[in-house]
């Protein structure tokens, strides 16, 4: 059973391009998370996804970013327009349900922005 | 979810047991403890979690204060893929999935050959 599957795990943009991070999760699992890791700082939690639906974007910024997670295929969390503040790794979790205590991350998407 | 306090950084030899401590003096009745830890370059991974009783599982235990004010993960032999940054985190209830963990910076776990 392999495990979160993002993709690329390296991703160079100039400033004002488009970033488009991929995430699959583990199989049988429908519900999908987004964290970000600025450098030397801890993980933020940035939004929550199930099949086709948000159910939680509270850590998302309000403008640029876009997360979504269709019926068929990975999970894409999508950049406009990046900014060099947008450098940093982004983690995506797993979990079967949302009553589940443990969740599982994929190895991350390191961006960098130059 | 409550806010928790742990060092920045701990030392260890290789082969020996490794407390790590984890103060949470605004913790609720229903937060969970729970731990999960970053292997250098890798995306967290999940440790243990408990309420109120003392909690054991392959990769460690977890000892739980009497009045839920702190607790201490425990390696009972640190191995050098042990060294990792681990975080101690609240959550209201048992489930929520990865749904809004509060990351803290954690403590750099350093393990000596």
């Known amino acids: 059973n392999a495990g979160v599957m993002q993709n690329p795990r390296h991703l160079v943009r100039r400033r004002g391009q488009e970033a488009r991070l991929r995430c699959s999760p583990m199989?049988?699992?429908?519900?999908v998370y987004w964290y970000r890791q600025l450098p030397e700082e801890g993980l933020k939690f940035m939004v929550y996804?199930?099949?086709?639906?948000?159910?939680?974007e509270s850590g998302m910024p309000k403008e640029r970013f876009s997360a979504e997670f269709p019926k068929e295929g990975p999970s894409i969390l999508r950049i406009q327009q990046v900014v060099r503040g947008d450098s940093a790794a982004y983690f995506c979790?797993?979990?079967?349900?949302?009553?589940?205590?443990?969740?599982?991350f994929g190895q991350g998407t390191r961006l960098t922005v130059v | 979810d409550a806010k928790t306090t742990q060092p920045n950084s701990m030392e260890s030899n290789e082969e020996e047991p490794v407390h790590l401590p984890c103060n949470h003096s605004?913790?609720?009745?229903?937060?969970?403890i729970h731990w999960y830890r970053q292997l250098p370059s890798q995306g967290p991974e999940y440790v243990i979690h408990g309420l109120t009783s003392n909690v054991n599982n392959r990769m460690a235990s977890l000892a739980i204060a009497e009045d839920r004010k702190s607790s201490t993960l425990i390696l009972h032999r640190a191995t050098l893929r042990d060294a990792a940054v681990y975080y101690c985190i609240l959550r209201d209830g048992d489930g929520g999935g990865a749904d809004g963990l509060t990351f803290g910076k954690g403590t750099h776990l350093i393990i000596q050959p």
């Open positions: 199989k049988g699992h429908s519900h």
């Open positions: 996804l199930q099949k086709e639906n948000i159910i939680d």
């Open positions: 605004t913790i609720s009745g229903t937060d969970y």
């Open positions: 979790a797993s979990s079967p349900s949302r009553g589940s205590t443990e969740a599982f």
